[in-house]
Structure formats: structure tokens, C-alpha cells
């Protein structure tokens, strides 16, 4: 085609598609005339653009050949640069790398394609080169010539076309850098701080990228990081608006993953400098993390720009809680939803990165727990309406108090001593109804604070109530009642404990234990301090509403059955499993005999029985008890409320135990899933599920997994409950395990001794948990090569085991287990064998002959009989023997 032929195609073309379409035809016949060929290239030309709806292709035009996909025919010559090759193809221009004379350099060439030479696209392709040119960074191509030139073909065809030269860049893309060089934290991290300051540069002279991601990021062999693909920036002075193009309302112009906020909505009107800052913090996230903070790769676009919206990124300590504190702080600001609370400017986010490096205080700080808590009540208004409910349920009983009291005010007449308190609930009702009108008030949308929510208000009351109550303290006492009880539900044990036991304090010596209201708070109370641990603290005031309840209303009433059970459960934390079997199976038998086998009290005490059935050692039973519950629970609350996620999650635990683990996941990830979605990452219930699956996948042999789970844990638990709670406890001896499992033997000394000191402190020498405590220390001398502290740590484990829970207890199976290992390394293979066939008989008779420690422990003794050379009794054991497929411990 000749280079006259070419240029009167596109002249034609670029008419035409600026004309109204009723006008287009007869400027077509009028060009073309009876040239067919002509105006088929023209209508082509036209069909191409209309395909593209006027926006920018996101890929090019393309012929197919043989069945192979052919993009456009690289040019031999761009003005005065000699083509090498193609790099690439983008929206609206194809890249070379080409020969420049003078000066000899090489040089990537950017001509813009072929069909989209109109005036819009010309616009569009001349605002690029202007903001490409003002960019003068080392962290960013820079722009060596722009124009209009000729465009030569092999087959000597030629083509004037918008053009620009920029710096060739040769390098890895940020995360193949990355991980080519393994670069540590810090090193990543301060290649984050040169990524910010381009950035900085370019908001400086007025351009916001709007499509920044690893992959526009190119880092050169020298270590200096690239951006690359301005092409969808837009300038932010009023001068150069003017010319830019407008996508249409709801396009997505760039990359959702990395996508601020503001910019899924699809209204480029909204976006500023601060919408980069967030894609910088993306950036840096999944730099740390190697993953994105949101999940959205598999999401349609509607969905994935809900998530990005609403849901909260996951924090970086949950992928490695090295990355907890002010890294993770540094993230979550650039991560902020509302513009005003990320970083101002890219060169602000470097500079707390830089502090970070210099181990320097940050400016950035997290979010305010009034802050938190109403995201939280944004994210979860199904919690919250529930604890909203308190409220109302307080407001309805105010309610029935005021009408209690009207009526006993019109009898004042007939008892003086029955109207001063009819008088007196009356005000109290009064007041109270006052304080929570005012408070539900200053939620009113009308007002400036319109997005105050009902946690607001109770993070208000709590700093207002002592001062706004003196006077009136039995008033104060009820309003820190229902506030202590809902800061429970919301994982804030300090705050729960301090309310609680301010009213508990006011009740106490204004109307004595023998007051309902004063016993509702001694049990709330009495709760929490079985949440930290405090079991000393907790025991008497079960004790006390306990006593208190039988005199008072019987052993058959609910509020005294209720009572029976919140001290079995503390007997059965305290690790008092006989004596809190008792107290169970009262609390179980009488509250289905007087309430009903489908009343939500039945199927929470029938839980816990299944739960302490499991500790016993008693697994059918435990079993039977937990599906009944689970059964239940699912009728009478649904599958998806917390309460029935919790009781799957103790059937969970129990089946992990018979060693059905591929029954047991499901409960296990289900009840992380929910907690993670209704209490969030921070919450310590959720903790514990980050350690129950961690036990879960150290079963399965995935140790590293673990490890990382059990990290996570044991650093929020340390946080929230303290480093002596039992429950943190538990984790930093199931991490100790799992590092014992790694070879990593040292470091696993460290947390089984932490375990083993903190409960000896913690709870005595005759807590249960002890018991995995005495044993992971045993097996640990064991590989340390320490026999005889091994064989005598394993000893007394053995007495105690015994003792407490029995002869066939799993603990005691375990340590039977164990024992014989530790003497077959002693070549002591008598003693072993008696070991190995004691634990194999019990592991038969309580786990079954399929179990896999049953099946170990014959493997193990079989073994050692052929070693003794007792080989025909060793063939009678294998007949039974069919494969080894676990290796559980107690740990």
C-alpha cells in the first residue's frame, strides 16, 4: 500500500468518525465514490473504532493466522529511530525498543496504533507526552523526544504517526526483583521508600498514575525501582483537565486489585494524589506479605469493588506477626478507606517507613478504639443490633418498672412504706429513661456527628456515667451492669472487668447479695475473671450466687440451674473434671427437666457436657452430647449463629482427637471464618481458632503452616488476656511442640519451659494441662538426647496421668507410648515391649484397631519383639498390622 493510499484512508477515517452517524454515510459515498476497496479499508477502519465504543482498546487489534493470534506488523523505522523489536502492546500505542544515532543509545519508542488516530485519541495522546515530560526523576523513564513522524514498513509502505522516544528500561519487575535478589524486610522496605518518592515526584508536578501495580514497577540491575505507564494518569491542574479524555461513568480504567476505594466507584472526579497513596500501600502490603490484603482475584468486578469498600484488608501480623506493630501501622494507614485518614502524600508514607528503619517513632498511630468500634458496628450491625438490644431490653424494663410503680403509687394511700418505694422505683425509672433518651439522642443523623452508632454512645456513657451518677449510684450501677456485660461480648475484658465490678461494688452494699440484679452482675463478673485466668477470684462469687440462689428459690428454679452450670465450667477450666462432672450432669438433667430438651440453656449445658466428656477421656458419650447440641442449636438458632458455630468447633476438637481429622477441618476453618467475619481478627476467641487450626494442621504433618498460626495466636493472646492466661499458655506450648516437630530444638525449649513455668505459677502443679506440658518436655529431652531426664520426666508424667485421669485415658495411652520409645533408644527392648503393648491394647480398646497411634504403637512393637528375636509372637501382632498412617502426639 502506497504511503498516498495509506494517508487517504485516515484522513477519510478521522472524518468521518467525527461526524453525527445520519451524516456519515453520504460523506463516505462522496469520498469513495465507486473505489470499493477504498471504502471497505475506511469501514474497517470504522467498525474497529466503534467496537471500542470510542474508549481506548484494552489490547490491539488483532488477525488470526493458522490459528496463531497476530498482533500488528512491527515497523522497520519510527523517524529517525531504527525498530528492533516489539516490547509491547498497551491501550492505545504499541512499544519498540530502537536504535538512536545521535546520541547512540537505545530506546524504547512508543507509536500510537493504527485505527485510533482520531482527534479524541490524539488529544489523549498528546496530554501523555505532556505529562510524561514533566517528570524528571530517577525514578521514573524519562522522555527523550515527542512528535509526529513518518513510520516505515518492510514492504516500503509508510505512515505519519504520533510517536515519543523514552529511556529504555531493562529489568525485573518489583516482586521478581524481589524475590530474585531475596531481599529481606528492610531491604524491601526501603525500595518502598524510592517507589514513594517518584510517586511524591510526580503528584508534585501534578499527576496522579491511577493505575500503579508490581508490574508498572520495573527495578533495574542496580537496584533502582522504575515507574513506568503514565498512560492513564491524570493531571491534576485545571489547565491540563481541560484536554484530558473522560472515560465514561463507570469505567474502571486500571487494575481493581490495586484500586483505592474511590476509584472502584468509577468517578474519576473523586480521585486525588491520596488514591496513588493507597495503591502504595497495597503495593507495599503484598511486597511484605506476598499476597494482596483483599481476596479478590476470583471475584466478579460488582463483588470485588463491595469487598474493597467495606471489608477490612487482613492484617499483616495474621501472615506474619513479625509484621505487628508499627509496620503493620504503617500499612493500615496507607490502607485507610476515608481519604482524610491515609497518609497525606506519598513522601509523608516514605518518611514514617524511613522512621521505622531508623527505629524511630512513626507519626502514623492506629486507629482509635472509638474509631474501631464504630467500623466494627458498620461491618457487623447483626452484632450490634443484638447489643443494641440491651439497651432496648433495659429501656423495656425501665418500662415496666415505671408502669410497676404508677400502679403502686395509686395504692399509696392503703401502705405509706409501699408508696415511698413505688415513689422511689418511679424515679429511678425516671432518671434512667432520661440518661438513655440523652444518649440515644446524640445518635440523631440530623445532628453534625451523623455517623455516631449505638457503641459510640456506650463508649460515651462509659466516660460520663461516674461523674453524671453520683448521686444516684444504684442508677450508675445498672447502666455499668449492661455496659461491663456488652464490652464482654465485644472481646474487652479490661473494660468489662472495671464496669462490672464498680456495680457489682454499688449493689453489694446498697442491696446485699440476695438482690436478683446484684447476682446478675456477681456471675457476669465472676465470668470474666474466668476469661483472664483469675480462677481464684472467679470461685467465690459463683459460690456465693450459688448458695444464695438454693436458699432462695430452690434447686429446680432455671436461675439456680444456671448457676450450677457457670461453677461446673469453672470447676472444669480449674481442670476439677470429677467434681465438675457432678455439677454438670445436675446443671443438664434439671435444666431439661424443667425448661425442655429444645430450650437454649439445655443445649448450652448439654455442650458442655460433651465438652468434659472429651476431656475425660470419654469420646462415644462426648460424641453423642455434642451432636445432640449441635443439633439444636441449628433448629432453634440457625447454622450460621456464633453459638452454633462454637459448639461445632468443640465436635471439631473431638473428632481431631479420634484421629477423623478430614471430619474435623471443616468445623475448624468454619468457626475462624465466622469469628474472623463477626469479631474480627483482633478479637482473642478468634485467637484461639487460629491456634485450634494450627493443632489441626500440625496433625496433618503441615508444621510450618502451624508454626505461623500459632505465632499469630500467642501474640494476640499475649495482647489482649495476658502471658500467664491459660489460654495463651496453651498456645506457647502447642508452638514449642510444633518447633519440637521442625528439629528446631532450642527455640522449642523456650516456650514448652514457658508453658511449664507459667502453669506451674499459674495454676498449680495438679492442673491437667500439665500433663502436655510434663510430656512435650519429655519427648523434647528425648531428641536432645538427655535420656534420663527424658525417662524421668515421662515417669512422673505417668503417676499423673494415672491419678487423674485413669488408666485408659488418652494422655495415659500417650505417655505409655512414649515411655517405650524412650527405653528402645536405651536399647532397653524388654521394658519397651511391655510399653508398646500396653499402649497399643489401650489405644485399641479406646480409639479402635484403625486408629493411627494404634496402629503405630503395634508397628513400634512389633519391631522390638523381632528385635528380641520373639518372632513368632511378633507375627501374630503383624496379621493386624496394615499400614502406618499417623504419628499424633499429645502435644
Known amino acids: 500500500m502506497t504511503s498516498e493510499r495509506s494517508s487517504r484512508i485516515e484522513e477519510i477515517f478521522l472524518s ?226 481541560t484536554v484530558t479524555l473522560r472515560t465514561d461513568i463507570g469505567q474502571l480504567l486500571g487494575t481493581v486489585s490495586y484500586m483505592s476505594p474511590e476509584q472502584v466507584q468509577g468517578d474519576s472526579s473523586n480521585l486525588d494524589t491520596r488514591s496513588d497513596v493507597y495503591t502504595l500501600g497495597v503495593i507495599l502490603y503484598e511486597l511484605l506479605a506476598g499476597d494482596l490484603p483483599y481476596a479478590v482475584g476470583a471475584c466478579t468486578i460488582p463483588e470485588a469493588v463491595r469487598i474493597i469498600q467495606e471489608e477490612n484488608p487482613t492484617l499483616l501480623s495474621s501472615v506474619n506477626p513479625s509484621f505487628r506493630g508499627d509496620l503493620e501501622t504503617i500499612a493500615q494507614k496507607a490502607l485507610e478507606k476515608e481519604k482524610d485518614r491515609r497518609y497525606q502524600s506519598a513522601a509523608e508514607m516514605a518518611l514514617d517507613i524511613e522512621r521505622y528503619l531508623n527505629d524511630e517513632p512513626i507519626i502514623a498511630r492506629p486507629p482509635s478504639r472509638i474509631y474501631q468500634i464504630r467500623k466494627f458496628a458498620k461491618r457487623n450491625r447483626g452484632l450490634v443490633g443484638g447489643l443494641a438490644a440491651a439497651f432496648v431490653a433495659l429501656v423495656a424494663g425501665v418500662a415496666v418498672a415505671t408502669v410497676l410503680a404508677i400502679q403502686a403509687k395509686d395504692q399509696a394511700r392503703l401502705a405509706s412504706s409501699q408508696a415511698t418505694r413505688a415513689l422511689d422505683a418511679l424515679d429511678e425509672a425516671e432518671a434512667v429513661t432520661t440518661f438513655l433518651t440523652d444518649m440515644l439522642a446524640s445518635a440523631n443523623p440530623t445532628k453534625q456527628n451523623r455517623d455516631l452508632l449505638v457503641l459510640d454512645v456506650l463508649e460515651g456513657a462509659s466516660a460520663v456515667i461516674g461523674e453524671q451518677w453520683t448521686e444516684r449510684p444504684l442508677i450508675e450501677a445498672r447502666l455499668r451492669q449492661t455496659i461491663g456485660r456488652t464490652y464482654r461480648s465485644l472481646g474487652e475484658l479490661a473494660q468489662a472487668e472495671e464496669h462490672l465490678r464498680q456495680s457489682l461494688d454499688i449493689q453489694i452494699a446498697m442491696l446485699g447479695m440476695d438482690d436478683p440484679a446484684t447476682q446478675v452482675t456477681a456471675l457476669a463478673l465472676s465470668t470474666v475473671y474466668g476469661d483472664l485466668g483469675r480462677y481464684a477470684e472467679s470461685a467465690p462469687l459463683k459460690l456465693k450466687v450459688l448458695d444464695t440462689r438454693r436458699r432462695l428459690l430452690g434447686n429446680d428454679d432455671p436461675l439456680t440451674l444456671n448457676a450450677v452450670g457457670s461453677y461446673a465450667t469453672l470447676l472444669w477450666k480449674q481442670g476439677k473434671y470429677a467434681e465438675a462432672n457432678t455439677y454438670q450432669r445436675e446443671a443438664l438433667e434439671g435444666t431439661e427437666r424443667v425448661l425442655g430438651p429444645d430450650h437454649l440453656n439445655t443445649l448450652n449445658e448439654m455442650e458442655k457436657m460433651g465438652g468434659l466428656l472429651r476431656d475425660l477421656g470419654r469420646y462415644e458419650e462426648a460424641e453423642e452430647y455434642l451432636r445432640r447440641a449441635l443439633s439444636g442449636k441449628e433448629r432453634v438458632l440457625g447454622k450460621d449463629d456464633l453459638a452454633t458455630i462454637d459448639t461445632g468447633s468443640f465436635l471439631g476438637a473431638l473428632l481431631k482427637d479420634l484421629g477423623r481429622v478430614d471430619e474435623a477441618e471443616p468445623y475448624y476453618r468454619r468457626t475462624l471464618d465466622v469469628r474472623r467475619s463477626r469479631l474480627g481478627n483482633g478479637h482473642w476467641q478468634t485467637q484461639l481458632s487460629l491456634n485450634n487450626l494450627g493443632s489441626l494442621l500440625k496433625s496433618r504433618g503441615k508444621y510450618e503452616e502451624a508454626e505461623s498460626l500459632f505465632r499469630a495466636a500467642a501474640e494476640g493472646c499475649r495482647r489482649d488476656l495476658g502471658p500467664s492466661n491459660p489460654f495463651t499458655l496453651d498456645i506457647l506450648n502447642n508452638l514449642g511442640s510444633v518447633l519440637l516437630r521442625q528439629g528446631k530444638l532450642d527455640e522449642a525449649e523456650e516456650y514448652i519451659r514457658q508453658a511449664l513455668d507459667g502453669r506451674l505459677e499459674t495454676l498449680g502443679e495438679d492442673h491437667p494441662s500439665l500433663l502436655t506440658s510434663y510430656n512435650n518436655m519429655g519427648i523434647l529431652k528425648l531428641h536432645q538426647g538427655r535420656l534420663e531426664d527424658s525417662e524421668r520426666f515421662f515417669l512422673e508424667l505417668l503417676e499423673k496421668c494415672r491419678q487423674q485421669l485413669g488408666e485408659n485415658h488418652l494422655k495415659t495411652l500417650i505417655t505409655l507410648h512414649n515411655l517405650g520409645k524412650m527405653l528402645q533408644k536405651q536399647d532397653r527392648l524388654e521394658e519397651a515391649a511391655e510399653y508398646y503393648r500396653e499402649a497399643f491394647e489401650g489405644y485399641a480398646r479406646t480409639l479402635g484397631g484403625d486408629h493411627g497411634e494404634t496402629r503405630e504403637a503395634l508397628t513400634e512393637l512389633c519391631d522390638v519383639l523381632n528385635l528380641l528375636g520373639r518372632t513368632e509372637e511378633a507375627s501374630s501382632y503383624e496379621k493386624r498390622l496394615e499400614h502406618d498412617t499417623s504419628k499424633d502426639r499429645m502435644e
Request: hydrophobic share 40%; net charge neutral.
Open 16 to 241: 468521518a468518525t467525527e461526524l453525527p452517524l445520519e451524516e456519515r454515510d453520504a460523506y463516505l459515498d462522496a469520498q469513495c465514490g465507486t473505489d470499493e476497496s477504498l471504502r471497505a479499508a475506511v469501514d474497517e477502519l470504522i467498525g474497529h473504532f466503534e467496537a471500542a465504543d470510542g474508549k481506548l482498546l484494552a489490547r490491539p487489534a488483532v488477525v488470526f493466522t493458522n490459528g496463531l493470534e497476530m498482533t500488528d506488523a512491527a515497523p522497520t523505522q519510527v523517524g529517525s529511530y531504527k525498530v528492533i523489536r516489539t516490547l509491547g502492546v498497551g491501550g492505545m500505542g504499541i512499544v519498540y525498543e530502537a536504535e538512536q544515532d545521535t546520541p547512540c543509545r537505545t530506546v524504547a519508542v512508543k507509536v500510537i496504533r493504527p485505527g485510533l488516530a482520531t482527534k479524541q485519541m490524539l488529544t489523549r495522546f498528546r496530554h501523555e507526552v505532556q505529562v510524561l515530560a514533566r517528570l524528571q526523576h530517577p525514578g521514573i523513564a524519562h522522555i527523550y523526544e515527542a512528535g509526529v513522524a513518518p513510520v516505515s514498513f518492510e514492504d516500503g509502505s509508510t505512515s505519519r504517526r504520533p510517536f515519543f522516544a523514552m529511556e529504555l528500561i531493562r529489568g525485573r519487575a518489583l516482586g521478581d526483583f524481589a524475590a530474585h535478589r531475596k531481599m529481606g524486610t528492610r531491604d524491601r522496605l526501603k525500595l518502598m521508600t524510592r517507589i514513594c518518592s517518584a510517586v511524591h515526584h510526580a503528584h508534585q508536578k501534578g499527576v496522579i498514575h491511577r493505575d500503579l501495580k508490581p508490574q508498572n514497577i520495573l527495578v533495574d540491575r542496580e537496584g533502582q525501582p522504575k515507574v513506568l505507564d503514565f498512560g492513564v494518569a491524570r493531571a491534576v491542574d485545571a489547565d491540563v483537565q
